[in-house]
């Protein structure tokens, strides 16, 4: 593999944890991709903590004029890879989280195993902002997009956009599922992305240890924002959204789900988001 078959995007925003993000990237045992940063005109300076790692890491930084993340955060998504070059392969990262140092490695040997697959996942460990792990969660070594909605359905197994790398090609067919506060949109992405060859998990140790991504449960993230009433609102917009997508990929013959499955994610991810459920 070359260093041109790896793009790592960060469309970055905030500056906390983005020194501990890039530190992880430079111990990557292969240094085989190329780091995109792109900057959602953030107040946090984050040019002056990414300039020390110019010389470390193959990297781009771009500053953006205007923010787009608070608007709608999948189209900063969509800007930022578009910084990208012709890398076939995207990998969707954070400003906050933080990657085990065999990651890279591992995706390229599991993909010289499925050259044909679209969707290669990691396993995952929750962090908090002191970087404790709160909860594991291993992955499959491989299962169709109705398993994995099953999973999800009945809060088996944990799923963040970072978990991913995918293939340009299915991202240049399917884009992003967009949905407010781009809530949702990485579970309705993985479940696009697939659907028709499944997804594959990297399982495999390496260098004794399984490679996984760790997903920081901060307070500062979209995800643990419960004080934002715009936020909240945005994000039952979502569930709406997403459960009458899902609507329509069955009737398309896309997707297989139990129907009581999702009334119960539903009824329970409202009270979440509510607050009235704690984690």
């Given at each position: 593999m070359?260093?041109?078959?790896?793009?790592?995007?960060?469309?970055?925003?905030?500056?906390?944890?983005?020194?501990?993000?890039?530190?992880?990237?430079?111990?990557?045992?292969?240094?085989?991709?190329?780091?995109?940063?792109?900057?959602?005109?953030?107040?946090?300076?984050?040019?002056?903590?990414?300039?020390?790692?110019?010389?470390?890491?193959?990297?781009?930084?771009?500053?953006?004029?205007e923010n787009q993340g608070q608007i709608n955060l999948s189209l900063h998504w969509h800007r930022s890879i578009e910084m990208s070059k012709n890398e076939p392969w995207i990998?969707?990262?954070?400003?906050?989280?933080l990657m085990e140092s065999n990651c890279v490695?591992?995706?390229?040997?599991?993909l010289t195993k499925h050259p044909d697959n679209s969707l290669f996942r990691f396993s995952q460990s929750i962090i908090n902002a002191e970087s404790n792990v709160l909860k594991h969660c291993n992955i499959p070594a491989w299962q169709t997009s109705s398993k994995l909605l099953r999973d999800r359905l009945l809060y088996r197994r944990s799923l963040f956009v970072v978990d991913g790398i995918f293939s340009r090609a299915i991202y240049q067919t399917h884009g992003f599922i967009d949905f407010p506060a781009a809530w949702c949109?990485?579970?309705?992405?993985?479940?696009?992305?697939?659907?028709?060859?499944?997804?594959?998990g990297m399982v495999n140790k390496v260098d004794g240890k399984i490679p996984r991504v760790?997903?920081?449960?901060?307070?500062?993230?979209?995800?643990?924002?419960?004080?934002?009433?715009?936020?909240?609102?945005?994000?039952k917009e979502a569930v709406v959204a997403y459960k009458n997508w899902l609507k329509e990929m069955e009737k398309e013959g896309l997707i297989e789900f139990n129907p009581l499955f999702l009334s119960f994610w539903a009824f329970w991810m409202?009270?979440?988001?509510?607050?009235?459920v704690k984690l």
């Open positions: 070359s260093k041109n078959d790896l793009a790592i995007i960060i469309p970055a925003y905030k500056g906390r944890f983005l020194k501990e993000t890039l530190i992880s990237l430079t111990q990557q045992t292969n240094q085989n991709f190329h780091v995109y940063i792109g900057d959602d005109h953030s107040p946090e300076g984050l040019y002056d903590i990414i300039k020390p790692f110019r010389d470390k890491l193959q990297l781009t930084y771009h500053r953006f004029s990998w969707l990262f954070s400003d906050d989280d490695e591992a995706f390229f040997q599991t949109t990485d579970d309705a992405t993985w479940i696009r992305y697939g659907e028709q060859q499944g997804i594959i760790y997903w920081r449960y901060s307070g500062d993230n979209i995800s643990s924002n419960r004080k934002s009433t715009e936020v909240v609102n945005q994000k409202k009270h979440r988001i509510l607050g009235q």
